[in-house]
């Protein structure tokens, strides 16, 4: 089924309130409907045709059409098509429905959309800020075309703070973060606890924003950007990179190069092998278990060494341009990959083994932060979060991209939906990575790794890619625009819907199984926050000009050399 | 004035080889971690560096009450050097005839009550989980070692500590099943007296970032780790003291050597199991202590049978 079969059935019942619709391809959909009609249909997609929920954009369209502009995405996995939403907004009091309230996955971003882009979303459950820090003004908002890129806003607030919810009676606050050793990155839960039993808790997150997305669409340039995109997070950076570029190429009719397809998926697969590695360790890192925690880190070094041998890092491979890559893989690599392969293979062999009997893990992790069907698809929670729930869905099979169709891999899936079934999980999709890299070096054409360049891209064409990062589904939305960039680009990292499902997941669960119910996500607080304009110097609020940033770096450069 | 002159001796030798091999030990164990886990590791004298790095700096007073804290810090480290005159290292016990079996279960209940006093005194949320952990494990966990030792009391029928410590599983009229219950109870909770993985719920770095100790740094901190190694060797030596018969070869040196060696072993299978265990959950370690202490009951009920 594709997306005109999807595009019927809609019609066929509900027909009336579509008033535009395109199929820009046969796994693309986009679907134009007025504000009163959205709540209805958001409804059909997500409850009776079984939709997952994406994530939802809100945009600044004044400069073109006049109006803002809502978007909700939409996969149909079964049927491999990614569905966009569209709902216009007046510019002059934008406002839309709220979804939220009926598909919980939406409240992030009905969230964000309000604090970014000042669109409202009318009933809203939970109407707090998500994004902006505690002491920005209200009614500015950062996102929108008249606001630049390096504005710091002079009524800054720094004395004011966030206003939690008052914790249930009879419960303690425990401070988790911002600061924890089993973090790495700035987050705060503001945990309720009752004795050992976390009852229930508030989460406070995006501390690191570095405006990603508005420089995207307001400095950097199209093949600039892979690079940008690739900076959004330390471990998955690659995936990024190539889900923008995917995007990009989709809005603009571009087909990369069939030896870029494959070189893409190989390195979209060591990234995997290298974040289950680190991820198994520091899930044994929490539980206090160092001895797996080194291991994992020795087997999963040689795939670092594999990455800086192809592209020149380790990490950060600055791999992705539109239209192909910049690393080729030559036959040396390729001897050089297959046998790290074997040796990854064979030692992994052994990390499963010792764990797949290991009581002890056993008692910590099972029937520990449980996430249940339920909570899996009313959060849209993903990777392989929803595959140890037993949801059969992964990117790379549902909605193929690069050299996915061309290879053959298992979609590993348990049923205990608990930290166990998610250490299960991983462990056994390096295998599946495994084997992959190897059917693509295998089946790897020779060829161009980068298409002939297009031209000048089209503006005010919408794409959107999504890509089984290591921890879920990446999903990007963009819409292409004028001076060689984006007008709109929108990332949606897989952490930011896992994240959602954290309250449900540690409600009446021990304190000490709150840090491995929120390790076992992988989460990521770097892939939520991207947008922060803002620069706080000695307590006091200073805008770095570029010139500044300028002079000050060369001077840094200067005292160096 | 002899004998009191021979005690004077062996208490400060006692003191004397807490202090400089408990630290050794405390290398040894993360050399052999180190091992285990593919890694290098620091030298073996990395943790006696580690002290005077602690104890030269800065008092840094944090918390609710810094006079509390640094009461509790002095109260843990001199309880636990009080205890090494009570346990025989290659000898007889140096304060042999001076204090009693009591006298040791109090002395070791107290440095675990500092820990208390400690995280109490401090004040901060995870200071405060930490310490309700503690209490906890303690509750259960002190019985065990009351029990061990009234156990032998019972043979010996005394509670002076030289009869007590003299005991080994077979000594006697044969084989006492008793004490190799007991026997097995200790070894299975030596792990825990140590506080060492799979049982640190009390620190638990990743949970609640060290418990008790969070607040403390410095000189106080110094003591604390001081006074966990000291524990290790300790609670090795107590071990050894009631079931690993005495070899007396009449030479102080040797017999010396041989208790250090075995203390050595201990802490190597010490070392290893935590080195391969993932941290039980307060829950689970609670339920474990208590499963224990039946059977230390059971020793018990059996030790008044056989004596």
């Not at chain 1, 249909?41 to 803002?68: E, K, Q, T, W």
């Not at chain 1, 709902?87 to 598909?103: E, F, G, Q, Y």
């Amino acid at each position: 089924m594709g997306s005109h079969d999807i595009l019927n059935k809609i019609r066929e019942n509900y027909g009336t309130s579509i008033t535009r619709a395109d199929i820009p391809a046969d796994n693309r959909l986009l679907v134009f409907v007025h504000p009163d009609s959205l709540k209805v249909l958001a409804n059909i997609l997500f409850r009776d045709l079984d939709a997952r929920y994406c994530v939802g954009i809100g945009m600044d369209d004044r400069p073109y059409s006049g109006d803002f502009i809502v978007v909700h995405d939409f996969a149909f996995d079964k049927e491999n098509v990614l569905l966009s939403l569209i709902v216009p907004a007046s510019a002059s009091d934008p406002r839309v429905p709220c979804i939220s309230d009926t598909i919980p996955a939406a409240n992030w971003s009905e969230r964000e959309m309000r604090d970014l882009v000042g669109i409202t979303a009318e009933g809203c459950p939970n109407p707090k800020r998500l994004v902006l820090p505690d002491g920005w003004p209200e009614g500015l908002h950062p996102l929108r075309k008249d606001i630049s890129w390096n504005y710091v806003p002079e009524s800054f607030d720094d004395t004011k703070t966030y206003p939690f919810d008052d914790p249930p009676p009879g419960t303690t606050v425990v401070p988790f973060g911002p600061f924890h050793p089993t973090l790495d990155e700035p987050s705060h839960f503001r945990l309720y606890v009752e004795g050992e039993f976390v009852r229930g808790c508030e989460y406070r997150g995006f501390m690191v924003h570095r405006g990603i997305e508005k420089l995207a669409d307001s400095v950097m340039t199209y093949n600039e950007i892979p690079m940008l995109a690739e900076r959004i997070c330390g471990i998955c950076g690659c995936v990024h990179s190539v889900t923008y570029a995917q995007a990009i190429e989709q809005a603009a009719a571009i087909k990369p190069t069939p030896r870029a397809e494959f070189i893409r998926s190989i390195m979209l697969e060591i990234e995997r092998l290298h974040s289950h590695a680190l991820w198994v360790g520091l899930a044994a890192h929490i539980l206090g278990f160092d001895t797996l925690f080194m291991q994992s880190f020795r087997i999963r070094e040689p795939v670092m060494w594999l990455a800086e041998k192809i592209t020149g890092n380790r990490k950060t491979y600055a791999l992705c341009l539109i239209g192909g890559v910049r690393w080729d893989i030559t036959a040396e690599l390729g001897a050089e990959i297959k046998e790290v392969l074997d040796q990854i293979e064979r030692e992994w062999k052994g990390v499963f083994d010792a764990v797949k009997g290991d009581r002890n893990i056993m008692a910590r992790s099972k029937g520990v932060g449980v996430a249940d069907k339920k909570l899996v698809k009313d959060f849209s929670l993903l990777g392989p979060v929803a595959r140890a729930s037993g949801m059969n869905i992964d990117v790379r099979r549902d909605h193929p991209y690069a050299a996915y169709d061309k290879v053959e891999f298992n979609v590993i899936t348990q049923e205990g939906g608990d930290v166990w079934s998610r250490i299960v999980v991983r462990i056994l999709e390096v295998f599946e990575s495994i084997k992959i890299i190897r059917q693509c070096l295998e089946k790897m054409p020779q060829g161009p790794i980068q298409a002939e360049p297009a031209g000048e891209l089209p503006a005010g064409r919408i794409g959107t890619s999504s890509v089984e990062a290591p921890r879920g589904e990446a999903h990007h939305f963009a819409v292409t625009g004028e001076g060689n960039r984006p007008r709109r680009w929108r990332v949606r990292a897989p952490t930011y819907q896992n994240l959602q499902g954290i309250p449900a997941m540690i409600k009446d669960q021990r304190l000490a199984d709150m840090t491995i119910s929120l390790g076992s996500i992988d989460p990521c607080f770097s892939c939520t926050d991207r947008l922060e304009i803002l620069d706080l110097r000695t307590g006091e609020i200073r805008l770095w000009s570029q010139e500044e940033l300028v002079r000050s770096t060369a001077k840094i450069r200067r005292r160096r050399s | 004035m002899k004998g009191l002159l021979t005690a004077f001796f062996f208490s400060i030798m006692n003191l004397a080889l807490v202090l400089l091999i408990a630290p050794l030990f405390d290398g040894m164990t993360r050399k052999v971690t180190a091992v285990v886990q593919s890694r290098k590791g620091p030298p073996i004298t990395q943790s006696y560096m580690d002290l005077m790095k602690l104890l030269i700096k800065e008092d840094i007073e944090v918390g609710d009450s810094p006079v509390m804290q640094r009461f509790s810090a002095l109260l843990s480290f001199s309880a636990i050097l009080s205890v090494a005159l009570l346990i025989p290292m290659g000898t007889s016990a140096p304060l042999s005839g001076y204090a009693d079996s009591i006298l040791l279960i109090y002395l070791l209940t107290l440095a675990g009550i500092s820990i208390l006093l400690a995280g109490l005194a401090a004040g901060s949320t995870y200071s405060l989980v930490g310490m309700s952990r503690e209490m906890m494990a303690m509750m259960t966990l002190e019985p065990l070692l009351a029990i061990a030792i009234i156990v032998s009391s019972v043979h010996a029928d005394s509670l002076r500590l030289d009869a007590i410590l003299g005991e080994a599983v077979y000594t006697g009229s044969g084989l006492l099943w008793s004490r190799v219950l007991i026997l097995g109870v200790v070894a299975f909770a030596l792990q825990a007296f140590v506080g060492r993985m799979p049982f640190d719920v009390t620190e638990a770095e990743t949970e609640i970032m060290e418990g008790p100790l969070v607040e403390y740094s410095g000189p106080k901190l110094a003591l604390f780790k001081y006074t966990r190694m000291a524990k290790m060797f300790l609670y090795t030596a107590l071990f050894i003291g009631l079931f690993v018969p005495r070899i007396a070869t009449g030479y102080y040196a040797t017999d010396l050597v041989v208790f250090l060696a075995e203390q050595a072993v201990l802490v190597l299978i010490v070392t290893v199991i935590a080195a391969t265990h993932a941290r039980y959950r307060i829950d689970q370690v609670v339920r474990y202590y208590a499963m224990l202490f039946v059977f230390a009951l059971l020793a018990l009920l059996l030790a008044v049978f056989e004596s």
